[in-house]
């Protein structure tokens, strides 16, 4: 008999059913990966009861079944939302009309409008300038020697790529990161909802503004894309366009910034691997991989099944929330050898960081060309790097990671006197 059915929903023994993931506090305060190694040997599909005044939900943490829900856009929607706060306040407004939150066809056709805009053409562009902004950041920062990471290099690179492609000008970089911060994860334990939510409608309201001005004056980005595009012969709307801006610039800033914020951290305390990657006896797409399986900044995606779902034991009925755990999976030791030892060298390394199926992340080019040019800079640059004081932990039931890393570099002088060449 599997272990579900032996153990029903109030059987689950107190110290599991204790851990609140709702509340963002219980990432800071408990052993999350003692829980997650709990949660795949005994409660594979475990219920996480309501918390305050939120319904229960179901959380899924072997790699096999979070894959298989990935992957089922038959039996289970993203349109009632993706992340845990939506969900559970049940639904997302912009349902059917961003992406993450569109199924069916009028995903396929959205999602391919989007990727006329990701042409290699565009993304060789960007490529480009996101190597040209970390080789010239990082040699600034080493030449420094001492300095916040996460201020002056990991939150400048994401925002500037994601905002290079949908032709965000420049002035507003920082205007748009406080933003981003504020809507998704926060610095401070008692940022209160509301102000999440008015972020999130600044983010709208900036970008209306921008269609509007590309619709006048069509550029050479995302947006004037956009713009220009239509489905079945009806053009997006400029409601569609402002929500997929919304969706490009909050999926493609805070995840890379953690994962570089989080890889420059690991390495501070792995010195063999970053001998490894200094001495080059790793390749720069290894590295890259791991460590995005090491940081999977985005801890978890949702959904809500459509109709009643048997797996690992246990029934999800038609109306609940799923909840799918990336940083379970990403440890899971029947698909990772020694999950929990950082190896830059990992082969295979198939992890779940970017999701799965027809939702998998639209940016995970761009993401893995930042990461690699940050570990490439860094290798160039510096002969090795630790940390000057506690890195700040992010409040988030959604996102991982650090927003601060103070760091001293050791400079590599021959490295640094090519920072120039490009
Ligand atoms: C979707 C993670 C970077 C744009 C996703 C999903 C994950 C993810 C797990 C699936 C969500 C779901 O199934 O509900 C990440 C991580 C990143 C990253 C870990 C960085 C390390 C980016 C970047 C962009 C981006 C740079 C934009 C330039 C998107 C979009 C979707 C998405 C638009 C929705 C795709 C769809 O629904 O078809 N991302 N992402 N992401 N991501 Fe990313």
New binding site residues.
């Given amino acids: 008999m599997s272990v579900q059915t032996a153990m029903s929903r109030e059987e689950v023994p107190e110290e599991i059913s204790a851990v609140n993931l709702v509340d963002p506090k219980t990432y800071l305060e408990h052993d999350m990966d003692a829980y997650w190694r709990r949660l795949r040997a005994d409660h594979p599909l475990h219920w996480h009861p309501p918390v305050d005044g939120a319904p229960g939900f179901w959380v899924v943490s072997r790699y096999a079944d979070v894959m298989a829900l990935?992957r089922d856009n038959q039996r289970l929607t993203?349109e009632k939302g993706?992340v845990l706060v939506t969900l559970l306040a049940g639904g997302d407004s912009a349902a059917g009309q961003m992406?993450?939150v569109?199924d069916g066809q009028r995903?396929k056709d959205l999602?391919n409008v989007?990727l006329k805009a990701f042409s290699p053409r565009a993304l060789s562009k960007v490529a480009a300038l996101v190597r040209v902004n970390a080789r010239r950041m990082i040699a600034e920062a080493v030449l420094r020697g001492e300095g916040d990471f996460a201020a002056e290099v990991a939150q400048v690179i994401?925002l500037t790529?994601?905002g290079g492609?949908l032709g965000v000008p420049v002035k507003d970089h920082a205007y748009l990161l406080g933003l981003t911060k504020s809507s998704l994860s926060s610095d401070e334990a008692d940022q209160a909802p509301e102000e999440a939510f008015l972020a999130r409608n600044e983010i709208l309201l900036y970008f209306s503004d921008l269609v509007a001005e590309r619709r006048a004056d069509p550029q050479d980005d995302v947006i004037s894309t956009l713009t220009a595009s239509d489905i079945n012969g009806v053009p997006l709307t400029d409601q569609d366009i402002v929500f997929?801006c919304y969706?490009?610039i909050l999926?493609?800033d805070e995840?890379?910034r953690l994962?570089m914020i989080d890889s420059l951290y690991t390495l501070s305390r792995e010195p063999e691997q970053w001998k490894r990657l200094k001495e080059g006896s790793v390749t720069l797409e290894s590295a890259t991989e791991e460590a995005?399986r090491w940081a999977?900044?985005?801890m978890n995606?949702g959904r809500t099944a459509l109709v009643d779902i048997e797996m690992a034991g246990g029934t999800i009925k038609a109306g609940d929330v799923v909840t799918l755990w990336?940083t379970s999976a990403n440890r899971d030791e029947s698909v990772f050898d020694d999950p929990y030892v950082l190896d830059l060298g990992r082969s295979p390394n198939k992890h779940i960081?970017?999701?799965y199926g027809?939702?998998?992340?639209?940016?995970?080019y761009?993401?893995r060309v930042?990461?690699k040019e940050m570990l490439d800079a860094m290798r160039t640059f510096s002969n090795g790097v630790e940390l000057t004081g506690e890195p700040r932990r992010i409040h988030s039931n959604l996102m991982t990671g650090m927003s601060t890393l103070p760091v001293r570099f050791l400079p590599d002088e021959a490295g640094l006197a090519t920072a120039a060449d490009g």
């Fill in positions: 990935y993203s993706n992406l993450a569109t995903h999602r989007m994401p790529t994601v492609l997929n969706s490009l999926g493609g995840t890379s994962t995005l999977t900044p985005a995606f990336n960081t970017f999701g027809p939702h998998f992340c639209l940016g995970a761009l993401a930042e990461v």
